[in-house]
């Protein structure tokens, strides 16, 4: 008997270490969290119509990439188009004042009588072609959207694929001035009648913060005497309700001051870029701002 006792002391030793090895009172093993990569938004760039006033779109850009903000998306209407596309080719922004400075009215325009004085268009998608190296819109360097809109229908129609001259044509195709591009059986005019900064194509292209660049003409009370101007007037003059509904979907609408630029003055290109540089200088606070309100908000722990 005496010699079982030591044996009952340590039975309940035993006992406890068995339950610890089954992991009784035990805590479990919970694994370490995994670092999430930050989130990096999507900047889009929205390009609005506005003829010759286009050229204050490559003063906005070149200020944008100055500050180290480079959009990842591009849409652009009528001469938003034009610019949208060579940028989204892979120019620069002083490459794309070059090819400015070099553009001549006679490169784009080809009248032709029998369709009552108005424009063909080929000249211009001839001219965008050969700049964007003949690549259709889906192989650009940058996602590209471009605005026109149906003649059969009046649906806004965004093209991201196909022949990029032509669908900057079908968009920049004033009606009355430029005759309407035929693509696919369907007739297409100047996306401005629908879409004269083009936010929401932005945002289809998967654009987080959109920076919209508004150039349209408003109605001033005044005559803007040439034809083109009064048929650009008269497209401003429709679209502009239609305009403000979808600039409330933007991020940060940057306006140059292009009001005294006419629709053909393709003289005062310098003084449109010097506008859109000053105009996006001046935003730059608030597109900061903006952008860092935005990545902190998709960066907070959910």
Known sequence: MTAIRPF?????????ALLSACGFNSKPTVPPPVPQAPVKLRIGLALGGGAAKGFAHIGVIKMLEANGIHPDVVSGTSAGSV????YASGMDPFQLQEQAFALDESKIRDVRLFS????QGQKLQDFVNQLVGNRPLDKLKIPLAVVSTQLETGQRTVFVRGNTGQAVRASSSIPGVFEPVEISGKHYIDGGVVSPVPVDAARELGADVVIAVDISSKASGSNPGSMLG?????????GQKLGEQELTRADIVIRPKVGQIGAVDFEQKNQAILEGERATLAAMPLIRAKLAAKTAAANAPK
């Open 8 to 16: 009952r002391r340590v039975l309940p030793l035993l006992a406890v």
């Open 83 to 86: 610019v949208g596309a060579l």
């Open 116 to 119: 009552g004085g108005l424009v």
């Open 230 to 238: 009064i048929v650009n007037q008269s497209i401003s003059i429709m």
